[in-house]
């Protein structure tokens, strides 16, 4: 049985970059940028003003003039049609073209109106190129503006409108099957009866797969019923992905491995030396898929996911980068197993900490509400001490 790094690593093998496709920018939010982009100019593409005031010669300001005459306005988008001479200005709005001629300007906040065209300076000291946003200073014409892989946030849909880029280059993302299982498991539109459960871990899983745009081409139940399964599995795994809910265990009603293998998939391994989610099951399809049998308990789906999906979708989108980061675990955690063991952690307010409670098992539907990510206990560690650093999966999926 595998180790949990051990099968990160299976998972990594099994990972090649999606295909690249182009969408408009109008399509590009939170997709994956595939290629870098470079600036197609220099930002600022000229000197502008950072402020609302007056544009100045600095030789005038240091040999002592204070009261200057408005020679022209400037607004955003136009340009200046006179060169300053000695004693003059220009009144310049925010974002407007600083002229050659003037090396200065003085905030609103500092001047005091004399009459309609006459102000006085009232700084005690103004600098070269002050409040003047030189062309340039952001990026150079050519320079890389933004790296590949990247995830198109608000910031970089932002950036890519500033360099004109209309026509973004993406990762495809892969379509997915979800397929939950169990006799015991209804619709959650029907009133289960008291040995059954509402089928929550499907719209878990439908959120997951959001968060990271995937499109759904195929979400059904199947029961414990072979012939089912296998017409069933046998639609999901048209797809790239195929994510399988319950029925991987070692029960007599647990079909999901004998009849994936009977479908061609071929086993990249069968359970993991974790808790909780032990049972996974990752496999190939022979159309060149991958198939993840999560178990099927609410806890064990969410941190399987996250541990094994969102490992392969991670390098699948060329993120090289570790997707655990390192934080303080304000409270003691012992533990009994041998097993690597994952739970969930709570960000606690006015601190850079997190916690962990205490829940009934990976059956307790309430064991992650309000956590802000997984935690990581080694398996060759006892017990975590008060204030040690650990390493946390973001609940966010980026």
Known sequence: MLKYLEAVSKIRGLASPFPVETVPLTSADNRVLARPVFADRDYPPFDRSAMDGIAIRL????????????????????????????????????????PPSADAVVRNEDITYISSQQVRVQSEQVVPKQHIAQQGEDLTKGDRALAAPCRCDVSAIGTLAALGVNNVPVYANPSVAIVTTGNEVVDIGRQPNRFQIRNSNQYLLRSLCCRWGLPIGLCQHAPDDP???????????????????????????????????????????????????????????????????????????????KLFVEEYLWCCYGFAHTRLKKAQLLNY???????DEFFPVFREIHTDGYTWRPHHGSGDITAAVGCDGIGWHPQNRRDIKANEVISILSLSSF
């Not at 030789?59 to 003059?88: K, M, N, P």
């Not at 809910?245 to 071929?266: K, M, R, T």
């Not at 955690?333 to 097993?339: M, N, V």
Request: net charge negative; proline share 6%; aromatic share 6%.
């Open 59 to 98: 030789a005038d300001y240091q040999q002592g003039a204070r009261e200057f005459h408005i020679a022209e306005t400037i607004f955003a988008g136009s340009e200046a049609t006179v060169a300053l001479e000695e004693g003059t200005c220009y009144r310049i709005m925010t974002g407007a073209p600083c």
């Open 333 to 339: 955690r012992p533990k009994k197993t041998s097993l």
């Open 227 to 305: 012939a089912i399964l296998r017409e069933t599995l046998g639609q999901a795994l048209d797809h790239h992905i195929t994510i399988i809910n319950g029925g991987v265990s070692a029960g007599d009603a647990d079909y999901v491995p004998q009849v994936l293998a009977d479908l061609g998939v071929e086993t990249l391994f069968h359970k993991v030396l974790i808790k909780p989610g032990k049972p996974i099951l990752v496999g190939t399809t022979p159309n060149g898929g991958i198939v993840f049998a999560l178990p099927g308990n609410p806890l064990s789906c969410l941190v399987t996911f």
